[in-house]
């Protein structure tokens, strides 16, 4: 695949796994995984990509913020799901300070109600400046910290 393929077969990864499984015939698990093989022949069967296991691995391998993990053959993504089953994560000790990049346009509504989630399970918070400003970088994101 071309870089420009493999960028496109990652947003499509990430539509299957975070809002629309079914689509591609996948039952994500109770932590949001599948095996790499279905989504795969998922693709495959009812996508116009044709992809394998390199392809998946080339994503996997692709510079900037990771999106996926993959463990024990099965695929899942880190955030950013809207579909209605909860995806359980494991809990974890919060660092001391959390950020969250957002537009100049959602501030204001931030600060007047807080942090929402809105149409996700989980607002997005990063343990770093960087990954803040890397998850935000569409729109010239404003820098929020909390702790």
């Known amino acids: 695949m071309t870089d420009e393929q493999l960028i496109h077969f990652s947003k499509l990864i990430s539509y299957a796994l975070r809002h629309n499984p079914k689509q591609f015939g996948l039952e994500l698990a109770d932590d949001g995984s599948v095996a790499v093989e279905k989504l795969i022949s998922g693709f ?14 080339a994503v996997m391998s692709m510079p ?4 996926f993990a993959i463990e024990n053959g099965r695929i899942r993504a880190y955030y950013g799901h809207s579909i209605e089953k909860e995806i359980k994560k494991e809990s974890a000790e919060p660092p001391t300070v ?3 990049a957002t537009t100049h346009k959602a501030l ?3 600060l007047k109600d807080g942090l929402k989630p809105m149409n996700r399970q989980h607002v997005h918070l990063a343990s770093t400046k960087e990954t803040a400003l890397i998850n935000g970088r569409r729109r010239e994101p404003i820098l929020l910290s909390c702790g």
């Open 44 to 57: 495959n069967e009812k996508s116009k990509y044709k992809c394998t296991v390199k392809d998946v691995e």
């Open 64 to 67: 900037g913020k990771k999106r």
């Open 98 to 100: 959390l950020y969250h």
């Open 108 to 110: 204001p509504l931030i």
